[in-house]
């Protein structure tokens, strides 16, 4: 099993590589951690802003798929006054929660969502926004490079 110390975020030619079986992983990876995630908060219906600003606060973390890294199931920014998600019971043996920088989230975001805002769900504790969530069954288009 790969160890969070071996872990990091996809650089931005994985992301580029996925394909569509790749794509049918992550949106069936995704169906099984949203069952999960919601046993712990309320998820919003519409899409938000995106949180990626220059002077936000908000902590960010991607989770991935165990075997390959490149398949990104979700991109998160908490904020960093809001109570800490209990990832040990949200993850699965499938999946891996990995803290990143907001550097490392705006490039995992603009590969899988290029298009520039409402690609995040705010999720609560009761009725306080308490993050941000994007979903990688969400991905509108992988930014490709033109040869």
């Not at 960093?80 to 705006?106: C, F, G, Y």
Request: hydrophobic residues 40%; proline residues 7%; neutral net charge.
């Amino acid at each position: 099993m790969l160890s969070i110390v071996d872990a990091k975020p996809p650089a931005p030619a994985q992301l580029r590589s996925l394909n569509s079986s790749d794509l049918g992983v992550i949106t069936w990876r995704v169906a099984n951690f949203k069952e999960r995630i919601r046993e712990y908060v309320g998820i919003d219906p519409y899409t938000t802003r995106d949180p990626l600003e220059p002077n936000d606060d908000y902590d960010y973390s991607v989770v991935l798929d165990r075997k390959n890294l490149a398949r990104v199931i979700s991109l998160i920014a908490a904020k960093k006054d809001a109570l800490p998600l209990p990832w040990s019971d949200i993850i699965a043996d499938t999946l891996l929660h990995l803290q990143i920088s907001k550097e490392n989230a705006s490039v995992v975001k603009y590969e899988l969502m290029p298009k520039d805002n409402n690609n995040f769900y705010p999720y609560r504790y009761s009725t306080n926004i308490a993050g941000y969530i994007m979903f990688g069954s969400q991905i509108c288009g992988i930014r490709r490079e033109m040869g």
